[in-house]
């Protein structure tokens, strides 16, 4: 992962680039079912309403894509982007919004779509932003849920697989922006 200004955790990725020691979590087949599951339950739940998918960069692109080709309703898509920065690898805790989306939520079904869930930290400040700007309803649906590194309370309403405290890259996750492109997804042995 890359969060924001980070130091130790961009060592951890070269030493790990070298030696490529990764073990497969999710295979892609287990993964196409769960997000043709997630789609069902989504389309659902927004029947005509008018919804918005709003993915997280950069990680969700690869998530967004192809749970909205599974979705069985119209809906209208944006990103934004946030960063954290700090001198760790752990989040400073200071989130900052740093790529906006273009439209107005105000009054929208908004479906907030975002790779992993890890600290909690992204997802509280970004739902804390856009709670401000008056939408219909604003729920969270993200692909992968490490709930055991939590540093703020946070529930996402859609979870596609809740997994352990490894770093895991593939299926738009990455280490030091390597990986994003691997249909699976692995855990870095370290
Ligand atoms: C990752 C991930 C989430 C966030 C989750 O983003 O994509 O957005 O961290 O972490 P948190 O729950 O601890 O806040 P990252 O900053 O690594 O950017 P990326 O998606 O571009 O890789």
Same mark, same amino acid.
């Given at each position: 992962?890359?969060?924001?200004?980070? %130091? @130790?955790?961009?060592?951890?990725?070269?030493?790990?680039?070298?030696?490529?020691?990764?073990?497969? $979590? /999710? !295979?892609?087949?287990?993964?196409?079912?769960?997000?043709?599951?997630?789609?069902?339950?989504?389309?659902?739940?927004?029947?005509? %309403? @008018?919804?918005?998918?709003v993915g997280v960069l950069k990680g969700a692109?690869?998530?967004l894509?192809? $749970? /909205? !080709?599974?979705?069985?309703?119209?809906?209208?898509?944006?990103f934004v982007r946030l960063?954290?920065?700090?001198?760790?690898?752990? %989040?400073?805790?200071?989130?900052?919004?740093?790529?906006?989306?273009?439209?107005?939520?105000?009054?929208?079904?908004?479906?907030i779509v975002e790779d992993?869930?890890?600290?909690?930290?992204t997802m509280?400040?970004l739902?804390?932003?856009?709670?401000?700007?008056?939408?219909?309803?604003?729920?969270?649906?993200?692909?992968?849920?490490?709930?055991?590194?939590?540093?703020?309370?946070?529930?996402?309403?859609?979870?596609?697989?809740?997994?352990?405290?490894?770093?895991?890259?593939?299926?738009?996750?990455?280490?030091?922006?390597?990986?994003?492109?691997?249909?699976?997804?692995?855990?870095?042995?370290?």
């Open positions: 992962m890359t969060r924001g200004y980070i %130091s @130790a955790s961009f060592i951890f990725c070269m030493d790990i680039q070298a030696s490529q020691n990764k073990e497969i $979590l /999710i !295979r892609r087949q287990a993964i196409e079912q769960r997000i043709h599951e997630l789609a069902q339950e989504i389309s659902r739940d927004y029947v005509g %309403s @008018a919804l918005l998918l692109f690869v998530f894509a192809d $749970l /909205i !080709r599974q979705m069985t309703i119209p809906c209208e898509v944006d960063a954290s920065y700090g001198a760790h690898t752990e %989040s400073s805790g200071n989130v900052m919004l740093i790529k906006d989306i273009e439209g107005s939520i105000e009054n929208k079904d908004v479906l992993i869930l890890d600290t909690g930290l509280t400040k739902v804390e932003i856009f709670s401000q700007r008056k939408p219909m309803s604003l729920k969270v649906c993200t692909f992968l849920d490490k709930q055991g590194r939590r540093r703020v309370p946070f529930e996402a309403d859609y979870v596609g697989f809740t997994i352990g405290n490894s770093f895991v890259v593939g299926y738009g996750l990455d280490c030091n922006e390597q990986d994003r492109s691997l249909p699976d997804v692995y855990i870095i042995k370290q």
